[in-house]
C-alpha cells in the first residue's frame, strides 16, 4: 500500500473519529420535551376541521407520522399532496388536498 493511500485512510479514520465525539446525544429530559411538544401540536392539529386549514410542513408531517426527511422526499418525488405556498421559502398543505392525497394512496383489500 503506497504511503500516501496509508496517510489519507488514517486521516479519513481520525474525521470519523471526530465526527463521532461532536454528535451530542439527547439527555432523556431533551427527549421528553422533544416528545411534549410533539403531542402539543398532534393534540391542536386534531381540532382542525375546515378542510381550506392550512398546515406546515411540520404540521403535516405529524398528521401523516412521517419524519421530515421522508416529508421532503414524497414532496420531490411529485408524489405528495397539492402543495400551498405560504411565502418565497415556506410551503403549506390544506386539509382538504391531505385528505384528498390520503385517498389517492390507499390500497384496495384483495
Not at 7 to 28: G, L, M, V, W, Y
Not at 52 to 80: D, H, K, M, P, Y
Request: net charge positive; proline share 4%; hydrophobic share 30%.
Amino acid at each position: 500500500m503506497p504511503l500516501q493511500e496509508a496517510e489519507r485512510r488514517r486521516q479519513s479514520e481520525r474525521d470519523h473519529q471526530a465526527k463521532q465525539k461532536k454528535r451530542h446525544k439527547k439527555t432523556p429530559a431533551e427527549r421528553e420535551t422533544e416528545r411534549a411538544k410533539r403531542e402539543a401540536l398532534r393534540a391542536r392539529i386534531a381540532q382542525y376541521q375546515n378542510p381550506n386549514q392550512v398546515l406546515t410542513f411540520t404540521e403535516w408531517c405529524l398528521l401523516n407520522n412521517l419524519s421530515e426527511a421522508t416529508g421532503r422526499r414524497i414532496f420531490g418525488s411529485g408524489a405528495g399532496p397539492i402543495v400551498t405556498e405560504l411565502g418565497v421559502r415556506r410551503i403549506g398543505v390544506t386539509l382538504g388536498n391531505n385528505a384528498t392525497w390520503q385517498a389517492s394512496r390507499a390500497r384496495g383489500a384483495t
